[in-house]
C-alpha cells in the first residue's frame, strides 16, 4: 500500500467517526431532554400524591371525629316524626272526574285529559268504589 491510499484511508476513517460522534451526541441531547421532561413530570406527580395524602388525611382524621361522637337519639326521632307527617300528607292515590264513571291512579296517562276543576282526589280504592267508579285498567 502506498502513502496516499494510506491517508485516503485513514481520512475516512476519521470522517466515519465524527460522523458517529455527532450522531451520538444528538442521541445524546435527545436523551437528556427526555430525561428533563421526565423529572418534571415526577415533580409534578409528587406535588399531587401530597396533595391526595393531606386530603386522605384529612378525610380520616373527620371519619375518627365523625365515629367518636355518640349518636344524636332526639335528632333521628325528629328525623322519623318528619317522615311520617310527610307520608301522612302524602297525595292522593287515585284520581277521578266529576263527570265520569272510572278513577285512575296518579300516573295514568289519562289523567291528563281531566279538566282540574272536575279533579276529584281519594287515597284509598275502596272509596273510589264507594262512590259508584268503576276502577281504569292502570289500577288492576
Do not use: W
Not at 264513571?101 to 289523567?111: A, E, P, R, V
Not at 285529559?113 to 282526589?121: G, M, S
Amino acid at each position: 500500500m502506498d502513502v496516499k491510499q494510506l491517508e485516503t484511508n485513514l481520512y475516512e476513517s476519521f470522517t466515519r467517526v465524527k460522523s458517529d460522534v455527532l450522531h451520538l451526541t444528538d442521541e445524546l441531547n435527545k436523551l437528556a431532554n427526555a430525561v428533563g421532561k421526565i423529572q418534571a413530570s415526577q415533580a409534578k406527580n409528587s406535588e399531587k400524591i401530597e396533595a391526595l395524602a393531606k386530603r386522605v388525611s384529612d378525610a380520616s382524621a373527620y371519619a375518627r371525629a365523625a365515629a367518636s361522637k355518640k349518636p344524636a337519639q332526639v335528632k333521628t326521632q325528629r328525623v322519623v316524626v318528619e317522615k311520617v307527617k310527610q307520608a301522612k300528607r302524602a297525595k292522593p292515590t287515585y284520581i277521578a272526574s266529576k263527570n265520569g264513571k272510572k278513577f285512575h291512579k296518579t300516573n295514568c296517562i289519562f289523567t291528563k285529559n281531566i279538566k282540574p276543576k272536575d279533579i276529584v282526589k281519594f287515597k284509598s280504592k275502596k272509596a273510589m268504589l264507594n262512590k259508584g267508579y268503576k276502577p281504569c285498567q292502570c289500577v288492576q
